[in-house]
């Protein structure tokens, strides 16, 4: 397979992964607001606020942050300030993105090794006020990390085939 | 020589285009790699600094603004502006100024608040005859004032960037007679501009029709209310009172607008989440950054310094409003909450200011930086949307920028108007 293809292939590759980013991203939210809702109800109607709440909120906001990031990176939507980039010269300019998204790659890839070692170093220590082991709360770092250096590397590799990601 | 390196790399890469999240999060790793910490201790600073118990309450209102924004309130608060103001000198721009203060209230967001009303009205304005520049420009000053409406992102920020010592519910208190402050001030900009250039009105629909589009926005307006109420009486906390107005906002689009289907939820929660991931991504870098910078003892370093500097709490308070509004001009509001509060609110306590008072000047004087270049990101939506340069939006705005920074100043120098609005509702 020519370097063309294989970049084509990676491409596309990138779609799916990027859709469950936003989906789990989605549902993390989704969770977060019944998550946050049972605790007033559990107050009211129960009379007793669940203890498991504040841990299970934690983990859920790691992954709408993780997984939306990914999909951030994905679309291109993250914050920044391309005025300096858009003066340059167009081959100069090309290689500046392309740098741009390795850094990006780089960085995603360092959150998910960082995060898995600490998913491992963690997981036999019990969460607080929850059933869970506490590495799980940096789960999201590892897969959410590992996700934006996937996209970014495609997003790279478009970029140095002349094509807008 | 680890602080030069910290701010050398996160100013080199973000004028290089690189994302301000991951700018912030190069430079934090650098830092500490310098500094010879393992670089896990950066990973741990950005899932803790995202996923604080008070910072619960951004993406819940992101969710419950996305939902009012696409489930038709915006054009019923545009239409209740109309109403009110549409026959004022400077018609379409009086109306565009009111839309953001009660959208404000809505979403709690100026990005959010040029992207919904500069949407709808720069166009219109610019139908009716307005100057490109003079519609982006009312509509991105405008945006400033949903800096300080509650359910403000970024005043919930500061609390969070405080450890939740400061109470939510006073700094939504204390951000809205400085937010009609502002209100009235573009008005009154408006209203000369509008004179000087003989800007056209809009006719008046009468009492009966204002009251018609008041009903039918009211339950949008009432957002604000439950979240007040319901936190003042005990029933909710801050956090739980952003999930208490998501299930409004989905009572009120789904049920009592029928304008929010099925399949239109799922794009509403899918961009709500894409929203909030990159927000708190920042969050999560910038607590990265802040960290390393109070490891280095920059805040201890900067109160010794504003110490020496200035003699009394106003000589204090002027230098730090300098300091704030050259550094909003080259960084994100965000960022600049959560790195500026550790450094700067020492100092604003050491000269006896109130912190509630100062998360008011903070948050309203970082976020003038969102309107001017280079980094204004209320400025580059508003200059989008309308079709023009930035430069040709800058050039034009000056008379903004004065009304700006006339409600900054009043605001800096009488704390009564932040505290006592806190004070009367506790």
Redesign the interface.
Do not use: N, W
């Given at each position: 397979m020519n370097a063309k293809g294989a970049a084509s292939q990676a491409e596309q590759g990138g779609a799916r992964p990027g859709n469950v980013a936003l989906i789990l991203a989605a549902v993390s939210l989704a969770c977060l607001v019944i998550t946050q809702l049972s605790q007033v109800l559990g107050r009211y109607l129960f009379n007793e606020t669940p203890g498991w709440t504040e841990t299970v909120s934690i983990l859920l906001m790691n992954s709408a942050m993780m997984f939306g990031a990914a999909a951030g990176v994905r679309a291109g939507a993250h914050f920044g300030f391309t005025l300096g980039v858009d003066h340059l010269p167009a081959t100069l300019a090309i290689g500046v993105r392309a740098l741009r998204e390795a850094l990006v790659a780089l960085l995603g890839a360092a959150l998910s090794w960082l995060g898995l070692y600490l998913v491992l170093d963690t997981w036999p220590v019990k969460a607080a006020g929850a059933p869970l082991p506490q590495g799980l709360a940096y789960a999201p770092l590892f897969l959410g990390g590992a996700l934006i250096a996937l996209f970014a590397l495609v997003r790279g590799v478009s970029i140095l085939r002349g094509r807008s990601p | 020589m680890a602080i030069t390196l910290l701010f050398v790399v996160l100013f080199v890469?973000?004028?290089?285009?690189?994302?301000?999240?991951?700018?912030l999060?190069?430079a934090a790793?650098v830092a500490a790699l310098s500094l010879g910490l393992p670089?896990?201790v950066?990973?741990?600073q950005?899932?803790a600094g995202?996923?604080g118990?008070t910072?619960?309450a951004i993406?819940?209102f992101i969710?419950a603004g996305e939902l009012m924004l696409r489930g038709g309130i915006s054009d019923r608060l545009i239409g209740l502006a109309a109403g009110l103001v549409g026959h004022l000198r400077g018609g379409l721009a009086q109306i565009n100024v009111l839309s953001s203060l009660f959208f404000g209230g809505v979403s709690g967001s100026a990005l959010a608040d040029v992207s919904a009303v500069g949407g709808t009205m720069i166009p219109q304005m610019v139908k009716r005859g307005f100057a490109r520049e003079f519609a982006v420009n009312v509509s991105i000053s405008a945006a400033l004032v949903a800096l300080l409406v509650p359910p403000s992102h970024n005043l919930i920020l500061y609390s969070a960037s405080v450890g939740g010592s400061v109470s939510i519910i006073d700094l939504f208190a204390a951000g809205v007679l400085p937010a009609l402050l502002m209100t009235v001030a573009i008005m009154v900009v408006n209203r000369i501009i509008a004179v000087r250039r003989g800007l056209p009105t809009e006719p008046f629909p009468g009492w009966r029709d204002v009251l018609r589009r008041l009903i039918s926005a009211l339950p949008g307006l009432l957002l604000v209310a439950i979240i007040f109420i319901g936190i003042r009486a005990g029933i909710?906390t801050a956090?739980?009172s952003?999930?208490?107005a998501?299930?409004y906002a989905l009572l009120v689009t789904m049920v009592i607008y029928r304008s929010m289907g099925w399949r239109r939820l799922?794009e509403v929660?899918?961009a709500?989440?894409?929203?909030?991931?990159?927000i708190?991504?920042?969050?999560?870098a910038a607590s990265a950054f802040g960290w390393l910078l109070a490891y280095l003892e920059v805040p201890r370093v900067t109160v010794e310094l504003l110490q020496s500097m200035a003699g009394t709490r106003w000589e204090m308070l002027l230098i730090l409003t300098v300091l704030l509004l050259v550094l909003g001009t080259f960084m994100?509001l965000g960022p600049m909450i959560l790195i500026c509060t550790p450094i700067f609110l020492p100092v604003a306590r050491a000269f006896g200011v109130d912190p509630v008072h100062f998360g008011v000047i903070l948050v309203l004087t970082g976020g003038i930086g969102l309107i001017t270049p280079?980094?204004g990101?209320v400025l580059f939506v508003g200059t989008a949307i309308g079709g023009i340069s930035v430069g040709q939006a800058v050039r034009a705005i000056w008379p903004f920028y004065i009304a700006a920074f006339a409600v900054v100043m009043i605001v800096v120098f009488v704390p009564q108007l932040s505290l006592w609005l806190p004070s009367v509702l506790r």
């Open positions: - | 890469l973000l004028f290089a285009g690189v994302p301000v999240a991951f700018a999060l190069s790793f670089p896990v950066v990973a741990q950005v899932a995202a996923s118990p910072l619960v993406p819940l969710f909710f956090v739980e952003a999930a208490i998501v299930a799922l929660i899918t709500a989440a894409r929203t909030s991931g990159l708190l991504f920042v969050i999560g994100d280079p980094v990101s």
